[in-house]
Protein backbone atom coordinates (compact mmCIF):
# COMPACT_ATOMS: atom_id res chain seq x y z
CA UNK A 1 0.00 0.00 0.00
CA UNK A 2 1.50 3.43 -1.29
CA UNK A 3 0.18 6.38 1.04
CA UNK A 4 0.12 9.96 -0.14
CA UNK A 5 0.42 12.68 2.09
CA UNK A 6 -0.45 16.19 0.96
CA UNK A 7 -0.48 19.44 2.63
CA UNK A 8 -0.27 23.40 2.25
CA UNK A 9 -3.63 24.11 0.56
CA UNK A 10 -5.76 27.17 1.64
CA UNK A 11 -7.58 30.39 1.53
CA UNK A 12 -5.76 33.48 -0.16
CA UNK A 13 -5.75 36.45 -2.08
CA UNK A 14 -4.81 37.31 -5.32
CA UNK A 15 -0.85 37.45 -5.43
CA UNK A 16 -0.64 35.89 -2.43
CA UNK A 17 1.61 32.39 -2.18
CA UNK A 18 1.27 29.15 -1.30
CA UNK A 19 3.82 26.00 -1.10
CA UNK A 20 1.70 22.50 -1.25
CA UNK A 21 3.89 19.87 -0.57
CA UNK A 22 3.28 15.45 -1.45
CA UNK A 23 5.26 12.84 0.30
CA UNK A 24 4.64 9.25 -1.06
CA UNK A 25 5.73 6.10 1.17
CA UNK A 26 4.64 2.21 1.59
CA UNK A 27 5.16 -0.58 -0.94
CA UNK A 28 4.48 -1.09 -4.12
CA UNK A 29 4.82 -4.74 -5.54
CA UNK A 30 6.46 -5.92 -2.38
CA UNK A 31 8.88 -3.55 -1.63
CA UNK A 32 9.41 -0.42 -0.57
CA UNK A 33 8.11 2.25 -2.67
CA UNK A 34 10.23 4.55 -4.54
CA UNK A 35 9.17 7.13 -7.40
CA UNK A 36 9.70 7.17 -10.91
CA UNK A 37 7.48 10.33 -11.36
CA UNK A 38 5.19 12.75 -9.57
CA UNK A 39 3.00 15.58 -10.92
CA UNK A 40 0.54 17.97 -9.28
CA UNK A 41 -2.70 17.78 -11.14
CA UNK A 42 -6.03 20.25 -10.53
CA UNK A 43 -9.44 20.27 -10.45
CA UNK A 44 -11.15 23.42 -10.94
CA UNK A 45 -15.08 23.44 -10.25
CA UNK A 46 -17.34 22.13 -13.34
CA UNK A 47 -13.94 21.47 -15.25
CA UNK A 48 -11.78 18.30 -16.06
CA UNK A 49 -8.94 17.57 -14.06
CA UNK A 50 -5.61 19.26 -15.70
CA UNK A 51 -1.52 18.62 -15.71
CA UNK A 52 0.09 21.60 -13.53
CA UNK A 53 3.82 20.67 -12.95
CA UNK A 54 5.51 17.40 -12.65
CA UNK A 55 8.94 15.90 -12.35
CA UNK A 56 10.95 13.01 -13.94
CA UNK A 57 12.60 11.04 -10.88
CA UNK A 58 14.90 9.43 -13.13
CA UNK A 59 16.90 12.20 -14.52
CA UNK A 60 15.44 15.61 -12.38
CA UNK A 61 13.44 16.91 -15.64
CA UNK A 62 10.25 19.28 -15.23
CA UNK A 63 7.71 19.65 -16.54
CA UNK A 64 4.92 22.90 -16.51
CA UNK A 65 1.62 23.84 -18.01
CA UNK A 66 1.29 26.80 -20.11
CA UNK A 67 -0.30 28.26 -16.85
CA UNK A 68 2.11 27.19 -14.64
CA UNK A 69 5.12 28.51 -16.35
CA UNK A 70 6.67 31.58 -14.81
CA UNK A 71 4.75 31.52 -11.32
CA UNK A 72 4.82 27.89 -10.32
CA UNK A 73 7.79 25.98 -9.33
CA UNK A 74 8.24 22.48 -8.24
CA UNK A 75 11.26 20.62 -6.39
CA UNK A 76 11.47 17.10 -4.88
CA UNK A 77 13.16 15.61 -2.11
CA UNK A 78 13.76 12.41 -3.67
CA UNK A 79 15.08 10.87 -0.73
CA UNK A 80 11.63 11.19 1.27
CA UNK A 81 9.80 10.51 -2.52
CA UNK A 82 8.29 14.20 -1.67
CA UNK A 83 7.24 16.78 -4.16
CA UNK A 84 6.80 20.41 -3.67
CA UNK A 85 4.51 22.97 -5.55
CA UNK A 86 5.70 26.76 -4.90
CA UNK A 87 2.58 28.83 -5.86
CA UNK A 88 4.14 32.58 -6.47
CA UNK A 89 1.07 35.17 -7.71
CA UNK A 90 -2.02 33.20 -7.63
CA UNK A 91 -5.09 34.26 -9.30
CA UNK A 92 -8.46 33.33 -9.02
CA UNK A 93 -8.40 31.16 -11.41
CA UNK A 94 -5.54 29.21 -9.41
CA UNK A 95 -8.74 28.38 -7.19
CA UNK A 96 -9.16 24.28 -7.35
CA UNK A 97 -8.59 21.31 -5.87
CA UNK A 98 -4.76 20.32 -6.41
CA UNK A 99 -3.69 16.37 -6.45
CA UNK A 100 -0.72 14.58 -5.98
CA UNK A 101 0.06 11.87 -8.66
CA UNK A 102 2.85 9.12 -8.70
CA UNK A 103 4.24 6.48 -10.03
CA UNK A 104 5.66 3.02 -8.66
CA UNK A 105 6.99 1.68 -12.17
CA UNK A 106 8.89 3.12 -15.28
CA UNK A 107 6.58 3.04 -17.81
CA UNK A 108 8.52 3.03 -21.54
CA UNK A 109 7.16 5.89 -23.70
CA UNK A 110 5.14 7.52 -20.50
CA UNK A 111 4.83 11.17 -19.96
CA UNK A 112 4.83 13.59 -17.02
CA UNK A 113 1.99 15.21 -18.22
CA UNK A 114 -0.78 12.49 -18.95
CA UNK A 115 -2.78 11.14 -15.58
CA UNK A 116 -2.55 7.79 -17.26
CA UNK A 117 0.93 6.93 -16.32
CA UNK A 118 0.02 7.70 -12.48
CA UNK A 119 -0.90 4.69 -10.25
CA UNK A 120 -1.17 6.56 -6.99
CA UNK A 121 -3.23 9.57 -6.19
CA UNK A 122 -3.72 11.21 -2.94
CA UNK A 123 -6.89 13.28 -1.85
CA UNK A 124 -6.32 16.65 -2.89
CA UNK A 125 -5.69 19.63 -0.77
CA UNK A 126 -8.14 22.86 -1.92
CA UNK A 127 -6.95 25.90 -3.43
CA UNK A 128 -8.77 29.29 -2.80
CA UNK A 129 -7.50 32.31 -4.34
CA UNK A 130 -10.38 35.02 -4.04
CA UNK A 131 -9.73 39.17 -5.79
Known amino acids: QVYMKESGGGAVQTGDSLRLSCRAS????????????MAWFRQAPGKEREFVAG????????QYSDSAKGRFAIERNDAEDTLYLQLDGVKPEDTAVYYC????????????????????WGQGTPVTVSS
Open 101 to 120: ATASYYGAGASVEESRWYDY
Open 26 to 37: GRASGRTFRAYR
Open 55 to 62: MNWVDGSA
